[in-house]
């Protein structure tokens, strides 16, 4: 398996644009979370669905955050209108239902930059 | 909700040394720790985790130690070597499936 996919793995954009990140989780995955990496918050989970239902959405700072799971392999993450504070790295994880603990597997993430 | 501490936030070796990095959870319905090694440009990787229900786990030179009853655990890595050299994170699940992370350790090995 090639492991979690994110795309694009850079996006610069300008401050009002919209902005799309996607993910593809690994096959066969059940879990999938949207994480945003600062240097001040360091880690933060946004959002994760679980067999594509959001579970828990209360990460997302804004309402200009918003994210679906249309089909099990497929995940976007939307901000609009984007500002420059949202500049971070997003990462997209998942993991497998099966069994009682929660390995999660990371995608090299997007690294976004609002100008 | 889960919080979670950790320190401590830079940490410098030499080479062959030892390295120990310490967390600590406020919720004691945590019953997974696992720790995530990421290296410059790329997501976390999963290194170690360790369950409720044992005390230590090793991995070759990487060892995980918890304390329910203090609710802490600790990484230690022995013999490091330059290619450790990454930024360190733990983190703790309470069963609901989402982690909640530590604020990381920047673990500098000099040769």
């Known amino acids: 398996d090639a492991g979690v996919i994110q795309s694009p793995r850079h996006e610069v954009t300008e401050m009002g644009q919209e902005v799309t990140l996607r993910c593809k989780p690994i096959s066969g995955h059940d879990y999938l979370f949207w994480y945003r990496q600062t240097m001040m918050r360091g880690l933060e989970l946004l959002i994760y669905f679980n067999n594509n239902v959001p579970i828990d959405d209360s990460g997302m700072p804004e309402d200009r955050f918003s994210a679906k799971m249309p089909n099990a392999s497929f995940s976007t993450l939307k901000i609009q209108p984007s500002e420059p504070r949202d500049s971070a790295v997003y990462f997209c994880?998942?993991?497998?239902?099966?069994?009682?603990?929660?390995?999660?597997?990371f995608g090299p993430g997007t690294r976004l930059t609002v100008l | 909700g889960e919080n979670v501490e950790q320190h401590p936030s830079t940490l410098s070796v030499q080479e062959g040394d030892s390295a120990v990095i310490k967390c600590t959870y406020s919720?004691?319905?945590?019953?997974?720790f696992p720790w995530y090694k990421q290296e410059l440009g790329k997501g976390p990787q999963l290194i170690i985790d360790?369950?409720?229900?044992?005390g230590e786990k090793k991995d070759q030179r990487i060892a995980v130690t918890l304390n329910k009853t203090a609710k802490h655990f600790s990484l230690h890595i022995t013999e490091t070597q330059p290619e450790d050299s990454a930024v360190y994170f733990c983190a703790a699940d309470t069963g609901r499936r989402a982690l909640t992370f530590g604020s990381g350790t920047r673990l500098q090995v000099q040769p």
């Open positions: 994880a998942s993991s497998l239902q099966a069994g009682p603990y929660n390995e999660q597997f």
């Open positions: 919720d004691s319905a945590s019953n997974y």
């Open positions: 360790i369950r409720s229900n044992v």
